[in-house]
């Protein structure tokens, strides 16, 4: 098993940290339009938002599962930057550790 099959396999969680360009209903378009064609995967997606008047962190629902593969994380990192994502591998039904970054 190569790299990008194990990440696609092993990946629990894709944390992102949510770009200005996603605010308002167009950007929402635009982050489905990026989702759409890796959606039904095993790897869920969660959201960290930041702005100077509020912060949160939303898990999206089953439905927005994504297949974490490697033109997904190029097209997110070219969009957020490396530090702007990050995967939490593991077992599904293992909770432990969802939130291990520094992002907190």
């Known amino acids: 098993m190569d790299i ?3 990440r696609e396999r092993f990946a629990r969680r ?9 605010d308002g209903p167009q950007g929402l378009n635009r982050f489905e ?9 095993s790897c869920g997606v969660s959201v960290a938002v930041t702005r ?3 912060t949160g962190r ?12 490697r033109e ?14 990050y995967l939490v591998y593991g077992p599904r039904n293992d909770v432990r ?6 992002w907190r």
């Open 14 to 22: 894709l944390w992102l940290r949510w770009p200005d360009e996603f």
């Open 58 to 69: 939303l898990n999206l629902a089953d439905t927005w599962s994504v297949r974490a593969s």
């Open 52 to 54: 100077p008047d509020y």
């Open 4 to 6: 990008d099959r194990a």
């Open 33 to 41: 339009q990026m989702l759409r064609p890796y959606l039904r995967g």
């Open 72 to 85: 997904l994380l190029d097209k997110l990192t070219a969009l957020v930057g490396r530090d702007g994502w």
């Open 97 to 102: 550790g969802e939130e291990t970054s520094s």
